[in-house]
């Protein structure tokens, strides 16, 4: 059969616009197209929810809403919405086309990935959430099918808000684990979800953490035979660190994780929602720190390890039955590709002889008729009988078709009951839920009574864009089923969320952390550099200045001090003093001198330096010791002497003695002359010469 034939869509001019060209994916909630917009000549995906959905009236409202929302969106790393619409029952989604594969096959085909690689990816995911969860919009489905790879190396996220209309449309109310339905991709699912909590930008977060796991692992982290199971194990199990985590059946190695990347993970994927980043903007910045540091080839990083890791540990926070036997499992695609999974508690039912569904109850109330005619007994002379019951058979029929037409209007009757029962509390005791976020309480007042509804303020929260005192959200939410006269719980306004920065020059980077965190705050990204005013290790300044009011969870860089800088140590010994001097001061040096006599080293030039090599710091004191030259001492005055007496006194005083005969020389043996003279100063160890006569 051809693929034309196959699809009834394939070939067909869409809204008179969409040129269907073939199908190229199928998901659990629609039909992904490859069209051209014969308006604007362009190729495009068309999404084409699937018929059952889309014949909700609720459920194609709120896609249409959602569709809106994601519209808004304006990011590279986002896959854009062009146009909306509806043609005869089939609502569709014109996208963008991304010409690729998907996350999936990358994980399939080539996990488990470097850690730098791996860190990277989600990294790009996450900055296209951060662009969504910026705008207040929640994907609520993120997946590897749900991330695509562009042929030109791009990343791009799609399916913003379906998830959301899904769980809002199709005459449902929120979905929760303990009512029997789960909507969402069950591997991916935060545990807030299966409690039937509101899913809020860490909900993304945490499917980020599993995705960044199973590209590390190859694995998913949690397990079981049906997807019930599955996500209550995202309830009752941590996800354990990726670097203790098999390699899902395969022959190499893992490699080497860092502690830190473990770290991250356990912080992305906490089960505790508080504990996990507040949202992608700030899983964005711990990536970016995470993949620095893989860079750079750090195999530990106890910092940014201690940074990363949740501050507490994480306690239940519910108890829930055992996961149920009993809950159909979605038959796996061919592809062995996940998606959104819808899962609903069934109860057996029986079917009526119509085949219409009829429960056993209704069955155990239904009347038997026998259909047969009484029995007639031989008279004793083997002759009829018959006459002899004549009336009393007929009166026992006009009895059996009087109880019949009775139990006939009591069953009508009954179904009529039910019916209008069914009726009453399915549909007919319900209306929709007014929007009035942005109103004040009286205003919602007002506008909550004009439907008979009342309202009641069951909790505050802070809100960037609408102002305070005002409704940010109800509950139940807007356009969502309300019983009539019920009560709509606000949660009104208490303005836009602002910290003061702490002081934080002069703390170390641990103390740092502590006082950001103390006000909602997180320590950014670290920059080290030399100081000569503040010690090492100590912080030198931020990047907001203190006391300025930021929202919660904004990152402050932070510059930490490496001490003084260090500067190499000239040695200057034999040089003159004041050239020395100069030179070390110069450097940065202090330089304290000192002279003293040095028979080896002329008077004036630097006769030793402490310390004289290595390297120092600005301020450190260099000693010099500046030589005076030999010591001098007074030459004794021989003149007159016997030669023996001369030399004997000279020599005591140090000097060496030259004899040398003199002009008017008769024998006698005195000194007649000397040079030096007597009582001069010389160095010892001079030669003196005296003349003799």
Known sequence: MSLRRADQLVGRLLDGRYDVRERIARGGMATVYQAVDTRLDRVVALKV???HLADDDAFAARFVREARAAARLNHAGVVAVFDQGEDDGAVYLAMELVPGGTLRDVVRDEAPLDPVRAVTLVEQVATALAAAHAADIVHRDVKPENVLLGTDGSVKVADFGLARALESGAGQST?????????GTVSYLAPELVLGQAADAR???YACGIMLYELLTAVKPHGGDTPIQVAYQHVHADVPAPSRAGAGGRAEPLGAIPDYVDALVARATARDRDLRPTDAGVLVRQLRMVRSALVQGLADDAELSADLRP????????VLADPPTDVPTPTPLPDDREHTVVVAATRPASRSANGAAVSTQTLDRMPVQDSTEPAVAPGPAGGSTRSRYTD??????????RRGRLLLAIVLVLAVAAGSAGWWFGVGRWSETPRLVQMTRSEADVAASRSGLSIVVSDTAYSERVPKGAVVRTNPSPGDRIEDGGTVGLTLSRGKERYPVPELVGLTRAEASDALAADKLEVGAMRREY????DQGEIIRSSTQAGTSVRPATAVDVWVSRGPRPIDIVDVTGEPAGTAESTLRTAGFKVRVREAFDDGVADGLVAAQTPSSGSGVRGQVVRLVVSKGPQLVEVPDVRGAGVEAARAELSQAGFTVEEEQSELYVGLGFVGRQSPAGGELAAPGTTVVIGLV
């Open 311 to 318: 501050r507490r540990s994480v306690g239940e926070s519910a």
């Open 175 to 183: 979905a929760t684990a303990t009512s029997g339905l789960l909507i």
């Open 531 to 534: 100081s000569e005013r503040v």
């Open 49 to 51: 929810m699937h018929r």
């Open 203 to 205: 909900s993304d977060v």
């Open 392 to 401: 009393a058979g007929r009166i026992e029929a006009r009895r059996r078709r």
